[in-house]
């Protein structure tokens, strides 16, 4: 019953809906590969929608995720074509790489006290420029052999490496919201930074940490996204960012629970998932796509804050009588 009432159990009721009405839709939807093809695509959103919710947690926000994880493909692709590596020695250079972009956000917000969305807004430029400035809009091809047999390994023949990427990163970033003491600071800043500090957490401390780790997980998005296609794009994740934030916002964050809060997020990229998929297979035009999810993200998220209200005021009415 508690799950029902849930935000996590209304979206997957809604979840269960689409099942339904895509399965009868288009004989294809269901099929294994489809499934598993909807999965795969999503990973790098998956990840990146998991950092950008601990950021959401301490009332941050980050647009650069998106142009991050662009230069960070780029910095990998020019990386292995020079020198020939493969993993793992691309993955440390991409996780590096972005931990320490991510820091240079946290350090900004943190300690020069810039408004996250200003930081973000200008490392967002900064980032598209640079990427464009190195490729000058052109694809990045031929990368080791190697590499690209690494991007086709399936665990079983079945399963898709990059999923063995997110399901790492969920099941690390859960473990550490509940049991480490940074993932404790972290709720104890969402929940009121003031009252956090005067309980002795160093509030900027945890920024600068929720920012790197962002990076990183933009670096491993760069790492996973490079190997499924197997070549760069520099203008893939242009205006990602939007659609990180809406998962986010669509699933969670719920600030109570750490497996809920992670699992709330990995249910909102499977809401957007299926909306993109079933619009697809119902061969609506791609223009009408980014109209009809933002529609449904309005929808969505305009119920949830009335139902919100609506809880508020009936334990204001029940403090009231008693």
Known sequence: MRLIKSKEGGILLVLALLFVVLSAASPVFLTADNLIDLVQTNVVLSILAVGMTLVIIIGGIDVSVGAMTAAITVLIGKFMVAAGYSFPITSLVSAASG???????????????????????????????????????????????SFIEFGRLKLFGVIPVQILFLIAVAAGTAYMLKYLRIGRAIYAMGGNPLSAERSGIRTDQVQLFVYAYMGFLAGISAFVHTSIYRQVDPNAFTGFELQVIAAVVLGGP????????????LLGVGLLALIGNGLTLAHVPSFWHKVITGLFIVVAVSIDVIQRKYREKRLARIDVMS
């Open 99 to 145: 931990t320490l972009l991510g820091g240079l956000n946290g350090l900004l917000v943190s300690k020069i006290k810039v408004h996250a969305i200003v930081v973000t807004l200008a490392t967002l430029s900064i980032f598209n420029g640079i990427t464009m400035y190195v490729t000058d809009g052109s694809w990045i091809n031929n990368l080791p052999a």
């Open 254 to 265: 719920t600030y109570w629970a750490a497996l809920a809060a992670v699992a709330g997020t």
